[in-house]
């Protein structure tokens, strides 16, 4: 089965960034599609990017502020976030989609506060 884990996330003053990472366990060209999706406490999960090869897509509540991409040397799926903001709290997941099956990562906590 695949993995996915992420990495990049902990706390940080709002208007910081944060760089989120998703490394799979089996070539990233596998995938029709990634995205990143985020869930804060209370809150049900939503989508935040997603990437295939007709580009990419952003939530408009993030939308001038993350960049999604891919590295597929690496395995690799990125989220740059810029210019983050209290409200961007969250648990941040991978997701990986092939044409038959959905993965999902664990997750990894972002926090924005002063």
């Known amino acids: 089965q695949v993995q996915l884990v992420e990495s990049g996330g902990g706390l940080v003053q709002p208007g910081g960034s944060l760089r989120l990472s998703c490394a799979a366990s089996?070539?990233?060209?596998?995938?029709?599609?990634m995205a990143w999706h985020r869930q804060a406490p209370g809150k049900q999960r939503e989508l935040v990017a997603r990437?295939?090869?007709?580009?990419?897509t952003y939530a408009d509540s993030v939308k001038g502020r993350f960049t999604i991409s891919r590295d597929s040397a690496k395995n690799t799926m990125y989220l740059q976030m810029d210019t983050l903001e209290p409200e961007d709290t969250a648990v941040y997941y991978c997701?990986?989609?092939?044409?038959?099956?959905?993965?999902w990562g664990q997750g990894t906590q972002v926090t924005v506060s002063s």
């Open positions: 990437i295939d090869s007709g580009g990419s």
């Open positions: 089996t070539t990233i060209s596998s995938f029709y599609t």
């Open positions: 997701r990986a989609a092939t044409w038959r099956t959905d993965y």
